[in-house]
């Protein structure tokens, strides 16, 4: 006679979306019923908003299990005759809203134009359709207070300001190039994309802290080529990177890779690209920005003769990276020298002449082929080569010659060197923000790349992203709109 084995009951809770429901399954051939509770009683009616709620911190812990990388792909270029500027496509709110962004490694916070904004720009000449953000209408967001924990930490990096009338985290900030914004922080939902190959999924949400500005300023104000916002993405506890990584949504590092062709674009990946070859420099202890140790400039294998004091690090001195600045600066004790170095390279090749105070150079073959290399040399034995195209602007033809200008900028009075996009393109960039060190390696960013991600398991992921089929951020990333020569030279330095 068969023995007969009873079924064995099981409790438990289990949650979808805030109800529980009740289920059987067969467990090891056996019947076994499974009793599911509701989180809300049925006579209580469950608010959309605590749903939401409870969703989005789930949202952030399914990320970690997705394969790809959270990413960006850039439009726009480093040429200031054209946009000047790299930017993405980011999505906020709920319903979600759709924002262009300035890519800024030199500022800590996203912020995008309220709908209340005075001097916010409402068309541009990028061809991108303007949006500003209304808190009202996302059902997702509410206003940070100043008791709030993001605004106290964002006080003691000076993101943040407490107006105490209204109880408000607010903020001011004003760029190198004297425009500025203002305006208070909202907390809501950013939509992020994973990719892998050349393959994007919206699949996950993470609730952030970002600006809602109610006026700007100076350039900010001009639409020849505005964007909605500027997107920092410095390593104070405001920005974006260091939100994620806090909430375990992403890691401490992220890397971009800026193509320097006609056709612009790029990817940014928060994450660490990994390419053979890559050198890194540790990051200067105790800034605000990513301040680097640069100790020598050399060409041609000859380290220029610039005071070692030119490039410390101070208050008011030392060398950053930022791709929110255009074209290049140099410590106004190391400029002299290194025009002169270049001038020296090649003064059997060109004819050097003068331009509105920039030295030009009128050649009628390629600069790769007469202009040398130059070597920036940082701590830890890591060289930064910078190729002719990275320091020299095309100007116009003159009788068959080409004009190139000196793309480098004076910092008149100042010992600041600042590395902006035409430096930085044509590199992967890695910002190990985690690690406190800043990688590099020159690179042609329409090749296929590897990223790596530490799980909060701590389980190392590769994958492999296709940079040369990557969607646009918007219509006009191959669109070049010229802008005139006064207005360029006005908007060239975007940060800090």
């Not at 970690?64 to 790809?68: D, E, I, K, P």
């Not at 909430?247 to 590092?253: C, D, E, F």
């Not at 640069?294 to 060409?299: A, P, T, Y």
């Not at 600042?418 to 430096?423: E, F, K, M, P, S």
């Given at each position: 006679?068969p023995?007969?084995i009873s079924?064995?009951?099981?409790?438990i809770?289990?949650i979808?979306?805030?109800v529980i429901?009740?289920?059987?399954?067969?467990l090891?051939?056996f019947?076994t019923?499974?009793?599911?509770h509701?989180?809300?009683?049925?006579?209580q009616?469950?608010?959309l908003?605590?749903?939401?709620a409870?969703?989005?911190?789930?949202?952030?812990?399914?990320l970690?299990?997705?394969?790809?990388v959270v990413?960006?792909p850039?439009?726009?270029t480093?040429d200031?005759?054209?946009v000047g500027l790299?930017y993405?496509?980011?999505k906020i709110g709920?319903?979600?809203?759709?924002?262009y962004?300035?890519?800024?490694?030199?500022?800590?916070?996203?912020w995008?134009?309220?709908?209340?904004?005075?001097?916010c720009p409402?068309s541009?000449?990028?061809q991108?359709?303007l949006?500003?953000?209304?808190p009202s209408?996302?059902?997702?967001a509410?206003?940070?207070s100043c008791?709030?924990?993001a605004?106290?930490?964002?006080?003691?990096?000076?993101d943040?300001?407490?107006?105490?009338?209204?109880?408000?985290c607010g903020?001011?900030?004003?760029?190198?190039?004297?425009?500025?914004?203002?305006?208070?922080?909202?907390?809501d939902i950013?939509?992020?994309?994973?990719?892998?190959?050349s393959?994007?999924?919206s699949?996950t949400?993470?609730t952030?802290a970002f600006g809602?500005s109610t006026?700007?300023t100076g350039d900010?104000t001009?639409?020849?080529r505005?964007?909605d916002g500027?997107?920092g993405?410095?390593q104070?506890?405001?920005?974006v990177?260091?939100?994620l990584a806090s909430?375990?949504?992403?890691?401490?590092?992220f890397?971009h890779?800026?193509r320097?062709?006609?056709?612009g674009g790029?990817?940014?990946?928060?994450?660490?690209?990994?390419?053979p070859?890559?050198?890194y420099?540790p990051?200067?202890?105790?800034q605000?920005?990513?301040?680097l140790d640069?100790?020598?400039?050399?060409?041609n294998g000859?380290?220029?003769?610039?005071?070692?004091?030119?490039?410390?690090?101070s208050?008011n001195?030392g060398?950053?990276?930022?791709?929110?600045?255009t074209l290049a600066y140099l410590?106004?004790a190391a400029?002299d020298?290194f025009?002169?170095?270049i001038t020296?390279?090649v003064?059997?090749?060109?004819?050097?002449l003068?331009?509105k105070?920039t030295?030009?150079y009128?050649?009628?073959s390629?600069v790769d082929q007469?202009?040398p290399n130059v070597?920036?040399n940082?701590?830890n034995?890591?060289?930064?080569?910078v190729?002719?195209?990275d320091y020299?602007?095309q100007q116009?033809?003159?009788?068959?010659?080409s004009?190139?200008?000196?793309?480098?900028q004076k910092?008149?009075?100042q010992e600041?060197t600042?590395?902006?996009?035409?430096?930085l393109?044509?590199?992967?960039?890695?910002?190990?923000v985690?690690?406190?060190?800043?990688?590099w390696?020159?690179?042609d960013?329409s090749s296929?790349?590897?990223?790596?991600?530490n799980?909060s398991?701590?389980?190392?992921?590769n994958?492999?992203i296709?940079?040369g089929?990557?969607?646009?951020?918007s219509?006009?990333?191959n669109?070049?709109?010229m802008?005139s020569?006064?207005a360029?030279i006005g908007a060239?330095l975007l940060?800090?």
């Open positions: 006679m023995a007969y079924a064995i009951r099981i409790s809770w289990v979808f979306s805030g429901l009740q289920a059987s399954m067969v090891c051939g019947p019923t499974l009793n599911l509701r989180a809300f009683p049925n006579n009616r469950v608010e908003s605590q749903l939401v409870r969703d989005r911190v789930r949202h952030g812990r399914l970690q299990s997705f394969n790809g990413g960006f850039l439009s726009g480093y200031p005759y054209s790299y993405t496509e980011i709920t319903p979600p809203q759709v924002f962004v300035q890519i800024d490694t030199g500022s800590d916070v996203l995008v134009g309220c709908n209340s904004c005075s001097g409402t541009s000449g990028l991108l359709q949006n500003s953000f209304n209408s996302s059902s997702s509410s206003t940070i008791s709030d924990k605004c106290s930490l964002g006080t003691q990096s000076s943040s300001l407490c107006d105490s009338q209204n109880n408000q903020y001011q900030f004003t760029y190198g190039d004297g425009s500025g914004t203002s305006g208070y922080y909202v907390s950013l939509h992020l994309e994973t990719v892998t190959g393959s994007w999924t699949n949400t993470a952030i809602c006026q700007a900010l001009k639409s020849d505005a964007v500027i997107f993405f410095g104070q506890s405001l920005s990177v260091s939100q909430q375990g949504i992403t890691p401490q590092v890397s890779c800026l320097g062709d006609s056709t790029g990817i940014l990946v928060l994450g660490e690209i990994v390419e070859g890559i050198v420099t990051l200067v202890q105790s605000p920005h990513y301040n640069l100790q020598s400039i050399s060409i000859q380290t220029l003769s610039i005071d070692s004091s030119a490039f410390a690090t208050t001195s060398t950053i990276i930022d791709s929110g600045t410590a106004e400029y020298p025009v002169n170095g020296n390279a003064s059997d090749s060109v004819n050097p003068l331009s105070g030295q030009c009128l050649i009628t390629s007469i202009f070597s920036f940082f701590a034995n890591a060289s930064m080569i190729t002719p195209r020299l602007l116009n033809s003159i009788g068959g010659a004009l190139w200008c000196i793309a480098f910092t008149d009075g600041m600042i590395l902006g996009d035409i430096v393109k044509d590199k992967i960039i890695v910002y190990d985690a690690h406190q060190r800043i990688g390696l020159n690179y960013c296929s790349v590897n990223v790596s991600t799980s398991t701590g389980t190392n992921k994958t492999y296709n940079t089929q990557l969607p646009s951020s219509s006009s990333v669109t070049h709109h802008i020569h006064i360029i060239l940060l800090l």
